[in-house]
T-cell receptor
Framework: AQSVTQLDSHVSVSEGTPVLLRCNYSSSYSPSLFWYVQHPNKGLQRLLKYTSAATLVKGINGFEAEFKKSETSFHLTKPSAHMSDAAEYFCVVSRRGTDSGYSTLTFGKGTMLLVSP | KAGVTQTPRYLIKTRGQQVTLSCSPISGHRSVSWYQQTPGQGLQFLFE???????NKGNFPGRFSGRQFSNSRSEMNVSTLELGDSALYLC?????????????FGPGTRLTVL
């Protein structure tokens, strides 16, 4: 079974300070991992994805994530937060369906990022 | 390319009624997945369709069903609505539904059951 644990339900930072959103995963084989962001009343947007090509993955809007197999972690970071980064962030693992072999997404519970001026 | 579109955006129904939600994927995408998002349970996978066939199904009762048409557009249906079905229903499309594919999400349909 696959699972994703986002270690913080809320993270508060000041504008211009670093962002760290933590994610641990459980997977019985090498997973594909994603981070998605959801702004209020908007759909989900993919920030970045890991598919075993490189352990440090760069995404949009200055975000990046590092895959650490030994720690089963996939933490999301950004050097300097902007007000526009305030949103809910989801760590996602893609797993193969039991019948077809194709994937379904398993979402973490989400981390709400609050950015203060 | 146009993004994933979902209609309607908002819906209010009463218990016992049924509802149909529609999703148009990105042009060329053949896989369409549906998710339910609630404050308590978060985002949960409902089902996935590819070439008009349901390939994967989440752990939801049979009241939840769906279908996909030859143009890849998809509908989901919920019969005998319950209060707990109030949620944001998200549709996502991808090229072929492989584990490495990015799924592109629509804005969702907000369903309220009274």
């Amino acid at each position: 079974a696959q699972s994703v644990t986002q270690l913080d339900s809320h993270v508060s930072v000041s504008e211009g300070t670093p962002v760290l959103l933590r994610c641990n995963y459980s997977s019985s084989y090498s997973p594909s991992l994603f981070w998605y962001v959801q702004h209020p009343n908007k759909g989900l947007q993919r920030l970045l994805k890991y598919t075993s090509a490189a352990t440090l993955v760069k995404g949009i809007n200055g975000f990046e994530a590092e895959f650490k197999k030994s720690e089963t972690s996939f933490h999301l970071t950004k050097p300097s937060a902007h007000m526009s980064d305030a949103a809910e962030y989801f760590c996602v693992v893609s797993r193969r369906g039991t019948d077809s072999g194709y994937s379904t997404l398993t979402f973490g519970k989400g981390t709400m990022l609050l950015v203060s001026p | 390319k146009a993004g994933v579109t979902q209609t309607p955006r908002y819906l209010i129904k009463t218990r016992g009624q049924q509802v149909t939600l529609s999703c148009s994927p990105i042009s060329g995408h053949r896989s369409v997945s549906w998710y339910q998002q609630t404050p308590g349970q978060g985002l949960q996978f409902l089902f996935e369709y590819f070439s008009e066939t349901q390939r994967n199904k989440g752990n939801f009762p049979g009241r939840f069903s769906g279908r996909q048409f030859s143009n890849s557009r998809s509908e989901m249906n919920v019969s005998t609505l319950e209060l707990g079905d109030s949620a944001l229903y998200l549709c996502a499309s991808s090229d072929s539904g492989r584990a490495t594919d990015t799924q592109y999400f629509g804005p969702g349909t907000r369903l309220t059951v009274l």
